[in-house]
């Protein structure tokens, strides 16, 4: 089942909800519409009227989200079930409806050698003592969605790993955990960004405080899968607030006035200034 295919219930009620389906929450269940972390980072980075294409069109599910997903449910112990899926080969039409069945009941096909890499992965998690002892079962929920309204605006929040004790956790599986590449890598994608639109949620109905840190777990995706844990400094942490306030600014006024526009037209041009130094 695709988020397209899920229908969004009558009317929400602002709170934190368990057991919500991967695909009713990506469908987005509040009936007009809310604003999720992917979409504050969207539109905080790119103009409005990109932002609104890619809400009334969204992104075909892709095989490729397969692993990333596996991996969580591997990681977390929540999500679709993974359905092992053992032939050679993959394009023969009773391989392709055997999947397509797969996919309709909500469930995750992999093949033999994805399932025991994301088998690996958790094994060389669970060997890490800090992402282990973060992660310990028991003293967390995982999967935590969260609704509210501010100031107007609904917004909408998946919280991997809410700790008992107000930590909040994210798991990432990646191409590289060095953290001497992670600074770009959070960038890149916006997770300062991500961080304070979660802590917002969990603060709104006091999952978390100000002083309870939220940790990142970033984990290689190839042998020996390596594991970085992270904490943002306050500098990532205002940045990613800033932006945040931005999108959700930008958010409103345009919701209001059925008005998404493009690009800001700039009519005179710079060269970059890398450019301007080689010719002083």
């Known amino acids: 089942m695709t988020a397209a295919e899920v229908e969004a219930p009558a009317e929400v009620e602002p709170g934190v909800y368990d057991n919500v389906a991967s695909e009713v929450y990506h469908a987005d269940p509040v009936p007009d519409g809310s604003l999720s972390s992917t979409g504050a980072r969207k539109l905080a980075t790119e103009c409005p009227a990109a932002f609104k294409h890619w809400v009334d069109h969204p992104e075909p599910y892709k095989s490729a989200f397969d692993f990333g997903t596996a991996a969580h449910k591997v990681v977390l112990g929540d999500g679709p079930e993974l359905v092992l899926v053992d032939r050679d080969r993959w394009d023969t039409n009773e391989v392709k409806e055997q999947i397509r069945k797969i996919r309709a009941a909500g469930n995750i096909p992999l093949k033999q050698r994805d399932l025991d890499k994301v088998n690996a992965m958790a094994e060389a998690l669970r060997a890490h003592p800090e992402a282990a002892a973060l992660l310990e079962p028991g003293s967390g929920i995982a999967e935590r969605t969260i ?24 798991y990432k599986s990646c191409r590289s955990a060095n953290p001497s590449k992670l600074p770009n890598h959070i960038a890149d ?26 940790k990142f777990i ?17 500098t990532a942490c205002g940045i990613g607030r800033h932006l945040n ?6 958010y409103a006024l345009c919701r209001a006035a059925d008005d998404w526009p493009g690009y800001v037209q700039t009519p005179l041009v710079s060269l970059p200034p890398r450019v301007e130094r080689e010719y002083r």
Do not use: M
Not at 245 to 250: Q, S
């Open 147 to 170: 609704i509210w309204n501010d100031r107007g605006v609904w917004r909408r929040i998946r919280i991997d790993w809410a700790r008992h004790d107000g930590t909040l956790v994210d």
């Open 189 to 214: 994608y916006g997770y300062h960004q991500q961080q304070e639109y979660y802590r917002d949620g969990a603060l709104e109905f006091g999952l978390t405080e100000l002083v309870c840190p939220f």
């Open 218 to 234: 970033f984990q290689e995706k190839e042998p020996p899968y390596l594991v970085s844990v992270i904490e943002l400094d306050s």
């Open 245 to 250: 306030e931005r999108a959700l600014n930008t």
